[in-house]
């Protein structure tokens, strides 16, 4: 239905539109290689040659080898529109197939490692790859189910352990790159990408019932990766860490779309595990973290500066901090720099804040940013503290990513910002998030129902989140719709608020508040499991592994001191009446948590069931 946009949104739009006209992806990585040539693009831990840490290609060898993974492609076969399939860790051949499977004017559509054999055959027979992509034998193990099911699969290319693996189609990554010498017929094939051509399907990671594909075209593509650019500053090469998985929409912007739009050294490492010791080694100059990552930053520092012993050294960090988060929030929208303040900052500066970034690796950061889940508030004061803005924004994969931001030149710690350029924001009646703008998909793939109860007649998308804005434009995200708790006695609570407050506790792992149709709300929690072995030794507490160690009562005082002054900054209906320590972690690698470590919170409802029914027994 058409309808009408305002004016000044309008404008902004028909820059945009204008400064990707006739782009799509393959054409941008061409680009970067004619403008940044021999620059460093990408990085990663395979294959490293003697006497270096990391392996690295040109813009111009990442032109050459999309070029030659097409052409290989196209002689296996794949036809334009065909789906290939990558489950594989972030290094450079996943990049490489995702670019060469665009050139060829095929779908790549990277999936989640993490994934069951079911939930992989239900993706591969709904999107029916004619090529699939496996990191190793474990990746080919969780695909064996599809292989066998799904007759589409014509190819099977194994970037590691191909020899433990007895199937006729399957392939190396050397194997793929040797049929692809001759590529004279590569840019005939992306002559045939068209604006609304699908870039990717991206899987939802399954949280309820079976996955969904998103579809993004390379025009959505190319928009948020223009929009996203302006929005946060960034003009010029810069370096970056990649380490969330690549089928998440966030890392897919910040780490394939956008670098050929800067010529951007993008650094992989396969594990998340090894991302502090990557931060110390690549000092990249921008930096996005989910929440749970700026919260072990967190939870880090403050261990470590507990440690000291002397006094002084304390207080100095103390104020410090003090100083730089005053200079943090001199910089908020509609705030003023004093000289007082910036004078105060440069000392405390010299000080110890810039020796505590430089220990960090985030010494040379000029844009940090967070996303996938609110920010808790005190965790941004922290960042602030140490000299660090980190810009909240807020998106998901059916918006292409970000469609609100903060940035430099517009941000508010608790806020996820204002709307992108070009882009519609609203708050329905009800309080959801609506958008609507070139960022938004067309729609699932083969899920019409899901597709219209996703996005209305008038275009918008109904996020399923609730919001606020405010007399500057500011949006701040209260909690999923459907998540939000609503007692017995009527009163709407936002679980992530509680959960923020109670993981203040450097003790405290997870948290989930839980309260719908009860007369009171309960929390379980979890221990962090690197910072609380290392309190109870300080404490000289002595335990087996984590879950004996969630049974000693000094801990259990720590925890329950936690929860009141938790409780002392809610309001009555809000605060934890009762709480469960768990004997387990929860990690990326458990069910409790997504790839990108937001809770599945109906799985945690269903597997901890009986402790729940405790708790209001």
């Known amino acids: 239905m058409a309808h009408e946009i305002p004016a000044e949104i309008a404008a902004v739009r028909e820059d945009y539109e204008a400064r990707i006209l006739g782009l799509h992806m393959p054409a941008t990585v061409r680009q970067a290689a004619e403008r940044f040539g021999d620059l460093p693009a990408f990085s990663d831990r395979f294959d490293v040659p003697e006497g270096e840490t990391w392996s690295t290609i040109s813009w111009t060898e990442t032109w050459e080898l999309t070029q030659r993974v097409a052409a290989a492609l196209i002689d296996l076969g794949v036809e334009k529109g065909d789906p290939v399939a990558i489950m594989a860790a972030n290094r450079t051949a996943h990049t490489l197939a995702d670019y060469g499977a665009m050139a060829a004017a095929a779908i790549p559509m990277s999936i989640y490692n993490t994934l069951a054999q079911d939930q992989v055959a239900f993706i591969a027979g709904e999107s029916r790859p004619v090529v699939v992509i496996l990191e190793d034998h ?59 051509l699908p870039a990717t399907y991206l899987y939802t990671s399954g949280t309820t019932g079976n996955p969904k594909g998103v579809v993004l075209t390379h025009h959505n593509v190319m928009f948020e990766a223009v929009s996203t650019l302006d929005n946060a500053g960034l003009h010029g090469p ?72 002397d006094p002084a050294n304390q207080e100095l960090v103390k104020n410090a901090m003090a ?14 720099m004093t000289p007082e303040v910036a004078e105060a900052y440069a000392t405390a500066d010299g000080a110890i804040l810039a020796f505590l970034r430089l220990l960090l690796g985030l010494d040379q950061v000029e844009w940090a940013a967070s996303a996938a889940a609110p920010m808790p508030l005190e965790v941004a004061k922290f960042m602030g503290g140490l000299g660090l803005r980190v810009y909240d924004v807020y998106g998901m994969t059916e918006t292409t990513g970000a469609f609100t931001s903060n940035g430099p030149d517009h941000f508010k710690l608790g806020t996820v910002g204002v709307p992108n350029p070009g882009i519609e924001v609203r708050l329905a009646e009800d309080g959801e998030i609506l958008v609507r703008g070139p960022v938004n998909t067309p729609g699932y793939h083969l899920q019409d129902q899901a597709t219209r109860a996703l996005i209305d007649d008038d275009g918008w998308i109904h996020t399923g989140d609730i919001g606020t804005v405010d007399e500057d434009g500011f949006y701040s995200v209260v909690d999923r719709k459907k998540e939000l708790i609503i007692t017995s006695a009527g009163k709407n609570i936002a679980p992530s608020n509680i959960e923020n ?33 290392l309190v109870a030794a300080k404490m000289g507490v002595e335990f087996t592994d984590l879950a004996d160690l969630s049974t000693k009562p000094q801990i259990r005082a720590m925890v329950q001191a936690a929860v009141d002054k938790a409780n002392e900054r809610l309001s009555r209906p809000e605060q934890v009446k009762a709480w469960e320590l768990l004997p387990d972690e929860w990690t990326a690698e458990s069910e409790e948590l997504t790839p990108t470590l937001k809770l599945k919170r109906r799985v945690v409802k269903t597997k901890y069931a009986d402790v729940v029914d405790t708790l209001y027994t």
């Open 138 to 196: 474990d990746r080919y193990q969780r695909w064996e189910k599809a292989l066998a099911d799904v007759d589409s699969v014509r190819h099977v290319v194994m970037l590691a352990d191909a020899d433990r693996v007895d199937d006729p189609r399957v392939m190396t990554w050397e194997n793929l790159l040797a049929r692809g010498d001759d590529t004279s017929g590569v840019e005939a094939r992306m002559d045939r990408i068209t604006p609304d």
């Open 501 to 533: 407050l109670l993981k203040e506790s450097p003790l405290v792992g997870h948290a989930m508040a839980l309260g719908d149709n009860q007369s009171y709300v309960v929390a379980i929690l979890t221990l962090d499991g690197e910072i609380a072995p």
């Open 323 to 336: 100083a730089g988060l005053a200079w943090t929030q001199a910089q908020e929208y509609g705030n003023e």
């Open 238 to 309: 810069q370096r970056s860490i990649s380490y969330l998985p690549l089928a998440h929409i966030a890392e897919r912007i910040l780490a394939t779309y956008s670098p050929p739009f800067l010529g951007s050294h993008v650094h992989a490492i396969p594990d998340p595990a090894g991302l502090l010791g990557a931060l110390g080694e690549v000092h990249p100059t921008a930096f996005f973290g989910v929440p749970r990552v700026w919260e072990k930053i967190q939870t880090g520092i403050s261990a470590k500066l507990a440690e000291d012993p």
